[in-house]
């Protein structure tokens, strides 16, 4: 929840005047923070309080895997549109030089939009690798590459900062088409 890549995003969104509701999971197994994902969305949806029409979901690495993974189980649930998008940081299609185990299982079966950000030196998600499930997945997608980026977004002779600016306007612009086309 507090690594600087989402503290940074939430921050930028917030200052644009989209709502953003961080939090984390303790422990890194898929299966626990799925149902983490999935209760707080289905308290996001039910709640009287916030009165949300829908939400984007964006995780970083597994999280973004997460996050995946509660739109495909909620979409199989019912079938309306609460959920508008998902932003995938970082996403680990497949472990450090094990690209034969692709983890794209969940991301075949979504249907609303998705945001692919990742750098194109990540060794968690080749590029051709996640170019090739970009191509077999029928939600409409974007893939932006941080140049030179590792898993972590590090680029050499580039500041962390310099590199939130380029992925923060990215996920920005991308939220902003894609709730005018909700709008629309």
């Not at 309306?80 to 450090?96: A, T, V």
């Not at 996640?130 to 590090?154: D, F, T, Y």
Request: proline share 3%.
């Amino acid at each position: 929840m507090n690594f600087p890549h989402l503290v940074s995003l939430a921050a930028y969104l917030a200052s644009h005047g989209v709502l953003c509701l961080r939090f984390t999971c303790k422990g890194l197994n898929i299966a626990y923070r799925t149902k983490a994902f999935k209760t707080v969305v289905e308290y996001l949806k039910l709640s009287d309080d916030y009165k949300l029409s829908g939400v984007f979901l964006a995780g970083r690495s597994m999280g973004s895997r997460a996050a995946a993974s509660v739109i495909r189980q909620l979409s199989q649930d019912d079938d309306d549109d609460f959920i508008q998008g998902l932003i995938c940081l970082s996403y680990p299609l497949h472990r450090p030089k094990l690209q034969s185990k692709l983890r794209d299982e969940d991301l075949l079966l979504i249907r609303c939009p998705v945001l692919f950000v990742s750098g194109s030196a990540d060794e968690m998600c080749e590029k051709q690798l996640l170019e090739g499930v970009a191509s077999k997945m029928k939600a409409p997608k974007k893939i932006h590459w941080v140049g030179k980026a590792n898993h972590g977004m590090a680029v050499k002779g580039r500041t962390t900062e310099d590199v939130m600016e380029e992925i923060n306007a990215q996920v920005f612009s991308w939220l902003r088409e894609n709730i005018e086309l909700e709008h629309e």
